[in-house]
């Protein structure tokens, strides 16, 4: 995205921060995206202004950078909202931090960091400790980690209002579906709160969040993440509680990912605020005549695995064709277009290739066609190939880095995510279920207890590390069905009410050693079941 300023932008690369040392002149680094009204407000008053457009080219090398398009970028440089405003040394260290400045405050911050920068030279510029070097603290992992996430969510719960804190409201689909099998009520007045309250009636979709507690002020992009992780999480509250105020959200939401977001080929990014409130406020017919909202559809490998996850667990949990087809076609895009020989490039569009290996993008293809496996049969020995091509080029010192060491700025400054590092450890802990190699067990384990040390700090953001966790100190529950997908017994194992189990349909001997055809075996109890109704009787007698 780039809008039409007096500022003279440069593209991220080595040749704007050359050009910067040969000026001996800092880096205005704008991180901005297609769906931040704050973004293009920004460019419309400040960077419109001929004066400090003037200024920034005279003073500074001006770069913008789409935080979409380059998540390893924005991860390091982004001040916590777009647009973010970074003032960088020609190393690419950082000077000061800002988000959305008025056409005043820009002035002041310009001169200051110019003053500073003259005065301090490099020295002027700092190393963000994240990107320091120093390793997380390592380790047991033990029970007491999910018992930890599991107490936060209590003392962070708004009883009043409902979901975690007590100012702007976040979806946080992960620490509900961390909430499910803890604290369910939690889990279930949150969806509500967010049905109720973020969900667009008209077109489907959920918005990214709420600015008040009662979950008012409503910022009205609708994103692939978010949506894609809520479907899950709809999903899976439905199949535990029957209800179809759960189903219904999912199901419209699908239709928004499947419909408006639709590129022909994959899920686009983002749909934006448009008009604000007052549009999203209008019914199909009167939106149809206004001024349509920006729609970015780019096809982001990580949103678009997670759109391919949340539709085959809603298939799995319902028969819903329109679900498994969507899901399946992203997953063909993806397979075809953007892994190669297990690495994944994070989108291409009209010649443009976007970064490689990004974590956050393994992770979620790995756990993508996890779920295919479970759910239609294939997919595993994709997602083995990524797992393996991730561990070989990024797990180092117990972790994944959040992409390849390289780049200029503080690319090359190793960056541990937590939540990246969590996502795939669940993903690798299903995937040794699924394929019987233990590597990935292990390498999960070691991932999780990197991070163990410093457990008691980790709040309810980050819930997902608690279910990592989990499933490795109790290993997850584990239906092994001797049987086609879609069969009777395999639908039925796939609506266990358990979202944190692993189904394997066709098993063979790694995984269930003398299960006859026909029959299910719930791992850790001997006999197995030849129908539904036994089935969920062996797997009653395992939760016992």
């Known amino acids: 995205m780039q809008e039409e300023t007096r500022v003279e932008w440069r593209q991220w690369g080595q040749d704007a921060f050359d050009e910067a040392r040969e000026r001996s002149v800092p880096v205005l680094l704008s991180l901005s995206t297609t769906w931040c009204v704050d973004c293009h407000e920004m460019d419309a008053t400040t960077y419109a202004d001929p004066n400090i457009a003037a200024n920034i080219n005279d003073r500074y090398v001006p770069i913008r950078v789409d935080a979409d398009r380059e998540p390893r970028i924005r ?143 409503v910022h009205h992009a609708k994103l692939l993440d978010t949506n894609a992780t809520l479907l899950r999480a709809f999903a899976h509250a439905y199949v535990y509680t029957g209800e179809e105020a759960y189903r219904e959200p999912a199901e419209s939401t699908i239709e928004f990912l499947t419909d408006d977001l639709w590129s022909g080929v994959a899920v686009g990014g983002s749909v934006g605020p448009g008009e604000g409130a007052e549009y999203w406020r209008k019914n199909t017919e009167e939106r149809a005549n206004a001024r349509q909202p920006r729609t970015d559809l780019t096809a982001y490998a990580g949103g678009n695995a997670l759109a391919a996850d949340a539709l085959l667990t809603y298939y799995g949990y319902t028969d819903d064709e329109r679900a498994r087809e969507y899901g399946e076609r992203v997953l063909d895009y993806l397979e075809r277009d953007l892994i190669e020989h297990g690495s994944v490039v994070h989108f291409r569009e009209r010649g443009q290739t976007g970064p490689r290996d990004v974590l956050s993008d393994l992770a979620a293809v790995v756990g993508a066609f996890t779920r295919a496996e479970q759910t239609i049969g294939y997919g595993a020995d994709v997602a083995a190939t990524v797992a393996d091509h991730a561990i070989e080029t990024l797990h180092e010192d117990g972790s994944f880095r959040d992409g390849p060491a390289e780049g200029v700025g503080l690319l090359d400054h190793p960056l541990r995510p937590l939540d990246g590092n969590a996502a795939l450890a669940n993903s690798l802990v299903d995937l040794a279920t699924l394929t019987g190699e233990e590597e990935y067990h292990e390498i999960a384990h070691e991932t999780v207890g990197a991070f163990a040390g410093a457990s008691h700090r980790i709040g309810v953001q980050v819930a997902e590390y608690g279910t990592a966790a989990s499933r490795l100190v109790h290993d997850p529950l584990t239906v092994a069905v001797a049987d086609d997908p879609g069969s009777d017994l395999h639908r039925a194992a796939l609506r266990v009410a358990d979202h944190e189990k692993v189904v394997v349909p066709n098993a063979d001997e790694s995984v269930a050693p003398d299960l006859e055809r026909g029959t299910a075996r719930v791992v850790g109890v001997d006999a197995p079941a030849a129908d539904p109704e036994t089935l969920m009787e062996r797997v009653a007698a395992r939760n016992e």
Do not use: C, N
């Not at 390091?76 to 950082?94: I, N, Q």
């Not at 702007?168 to 992960?174: C, E, M, Q, V």
């Not at 007045?189 to 967010?194: C, G, K, W």
């Open 75 to 217: 991860e390091r440089y982004a001040a916590g909202g777009f647009p973010s405003t970074v003032f960088l040394t020609p190393d690419g260290e950082v000077i000061s931090t800002a988000t959305a400045l008025a056409p005043d405050g820009m002035r002041q911050v310009l001169d200051r960091v110019g003053e500073t920068y003259a005065e301090k030279g490099d020295d002027a510029g700092r190393v963000p400790r994240a990107l320091a070097g120093d390793l997380p603290p390592a380790g047991e992992v033990g029970s007491a980690i999910e018992e930890q996430i599991a107490g936060q969510l209590g003392e962070k719960f708004d009883g009043r209002f409902a979901g975690w804190g007590q100012s702007a409201k976040f979806p946080l689909a992960r620490t509900v579906e961390f909430a499910l099998k803890r604290e369910r009520d939690q889990a279930l007045r949150t969806l509500d709160a967010v049905r109720d309250h973020l969900l667009d009636d008209v077109a489907g979709g959920f918005f990214r969040y709420a600015g008040r507690q009662d979950w008012g002020d």
